[in-house]
């Protein structure tokens, strides 16, 4: 199957999302739309595509069959609405949006368009998280006691300072865990299941933005289980992320990408396989030197099209992300606890 792709965005994200779509056999991009001509024109003129600037002359380029979103998260509801009303499959790079309110209006619109609506988070097509996903599924924990995550990255002051919308509350919804953690708060719920109530505190304690550049969270799972999650860009030089998982059986430790132990009652040596993981240096720089990832969401975005089936990360699964965040920023800026919304 044949698909044209519109890429919205002329950043560091959107040229990523080129790079796998120009990766993927019978993926053709169609257009590349921005509000930095130059930008746009240089994406167009390497990946493919027709420039433009105007996001509606943008949406009415044929033939043209899904828009991949790598715009500023506070707009993503927006654009992919206007898209959904042209018949256009919608992508979105993470976050769905910056507000469960916009949520709820994109996946809305995409249902009533019928079109396909998925987000990129792309821990859930990693070999080994998905193997990890399939071990938890079949109870090798046991029962569910804590979970630890740690997303202790640094980004320089000028990482802010050079972007009209990092760090602002109404383009990037927040700080350090709307943008660096939310991967992790995606992953710890498609691991672990939902979060019941949160408490939190956060700062901007290194960077002269909006929002947080450094939160912690206490959280209280629907399965009984607590957990804590960091999320910052204040600390230097930045850490991989890590995430620790405890049952009554043992603990699993996920680091990057990969199972880098399993401490069981039980033991099992085959579970640590180390191969190679995401090559990504996400703990110090936003730039994605390693497609596969986003490949592999797109990959699964394009079967579901073409099966009329429903991609890995919809946009159900991705709102649920963005309903713990809201919550624990909610719990951190009254300093009380705070249900999570379903």
Known sequence: MKIRIGIVGGGNISETHARAARAIPGVEIAAVCGSNKEKVERLAREYGGTPYTDYEKFLAHKPMEMVALGSPSGMHAEQGIAAARRGLHVLTEKPIDVTVKRADALIAETDKAGVKLGVFFQDRFKPDLQRVKSLLDGGILGKPILAEAR????????????SKWRGTTAL????????????????????????AAVQAKMASSLHK??????????LEFANGAFGTLIATTSVFPGYPRRVELSGSEGTLAIEQDLLVRADLH?????????????QNPSAASPTVSDIRGHQAALENFLRAIETNGQPA???????RSVALVEAIYAAARSGTRVSVSR
Do not use: F
């Not at 997303?151 to 050079?162: A, D, L, N, T």
């Not at 039980?266 to 995401?278: A, Q, V, W, Y």
């Open 266 to 278: 039980k033991p099992d040596p085959t579970l640590i396989r180390n191969e190679p993981g995401d």
């Open 151 to 162: 997303v202790k990255w640094y980004r320089p002051p000028e990482y802010y300072s050079g």
């Open 313 to 319: 990360c919809n946009g159900r699964e991705g709102r």
């Open 209 to 218: 933005i909006e929002s947080e550049d450094t939160l912690v969270a206490l």
């Open 172 to 195: 990037d919804g927040g700080g350090a865990l709307m943008n660096q953690g939310v991967h992790t708060v995606d992953l710890l719920l498609w691991l672990w299941g939902d979060v």
